[in-house]
């Protein structure tokens, strides 16, 4: 399914949809750390560009499993088959893409981008 709306309205549709049933996607970032991907991503095809939210983990030595860190929003290129990620940070969508477009683009009109939500298992629900 493909919700479409404007990047400022993402966090709030996050906020009010259950994802519980869509499996997340595991990731290797370096020895000792895995990111756990959100399933779902949202898609802006100005800047030909995927978000998933995430979560880093560590390995814990002591209790043998990946333990989660820390919150992060990943920025990919649009193809989900690219498994590369461009940049990921500690924060929510807005200030990611703000603070990875380094000005490029004024805020008010990173707000305004067209988005499309992508959430690939909810029509098996």
């Known amino acids: 399914m ?10 709030k549709y996050l906020e009010e949809t259950d994802f519980a ?6 990731v290797e970032l370096e020895e000792g750390y895995q ?12 800047l030909h560009l995927r978000l998933h939210e995430g979560v880093v983990g560590y390995w814990d030595e ?4 990946y333990m989660p860190d820390f919150c992060v929003t990943v920025i ?6 690219e498994k590369e990620y461009l940049y ?12 990875w477009l380094h ?3 004024p805020i008010d009109m990173i707000e305004q981008l067209a988005c499309e ?3 690939p298992q909810e029509s098996n629900m």
């Open 62 to 65: 002591k209790m043998k499993e």
């Open 103 to 105: 000005g490029k683009m």
């Open 21 to 26: 049933e869509i499996p997340d996607d595991v």
């Open 88 to 99: 990921y940070e500690q924060d929510g969508m807005m200030t990611t893409m703000v603070n």
């Open 2 to 11: 493909k919700k479409h709306c404007r990047l400022t309205d993402v966090e």
């Open 35 to 46: 990111l756990v991907l959100s399933g779902w991503y949202v898609n802006i095809p100005e």
């Open 117 to 119: 939500m992508v959430i």
């Open 76 to 81: 990919y290129p649009e193809n989900p088959a």
